[in-house]
């Protein structure tokens, strides 16, 4: 399982990015999709996450200006990042809770994917 993201980018303060991220591979069912963030020195934290069944849930930083979709049919998981602010700037990671099936065993694992950098300037 592959988590493939794109988007990110430089902008100013106020402005708007969006991300997606593609899941591709031996793919049984995705659970849930997320997007973190990072920035050196800290510990990766969550942004937001939805649900298979489309429940979302978003850290109070980013509620009301970030807004998280998925498309089911593509695998794919978006963010919607509106009235960016500096302390947005990070490495965005997406995330998937992906259940795979290898002989005839079905897993549930954690991938992720290998990061895009947001950067927002004053």
């Known amino acids: 399982v592959q988590l493939v993201e794109s988007g990110g980018g430089l902008v100013q303060a106020g402005g708007s990015l969006a991300l997606s991220c593609e899941a591709s591979?031996?793919?049984?069912?995705?659970?849930?999709m997320g997007w973190y963030r990072q920035t050196p020195g800290k510990q990766r934290e969550l942004v937001a996450v939805?649900?298979?069944?489309?429940?979302?849930n978003y850290a109070d930083s980013v509620k009301g200006r970030f807004t998280i979709s998925r498309d089911n049919a593509k695998n794919t998981v978006y963010l919607q990042m509106n009235s960016l602010k500096p302390e947005d700037t990070a490495v965005y990671f997406c995330?998937?809770?992906?259940?795979?099936?290898?002989?005839?065993?079905?897993?549930?694992?954690?991938?992720w994917g290998q990061g895009t950098r947001v950067t927002v300037s004053s």
């Open positions: 591979g031996n793919i049984f069912s995705i659970n849930a």
């Open positions: 939805i649900k298979s069944g489309g429940k979302t």
């Open positions: 995330n998937g809770d992906i259940s795979t099936i290898v002989a005839g065993t079905l897993w549930f694992d954690d991938y």
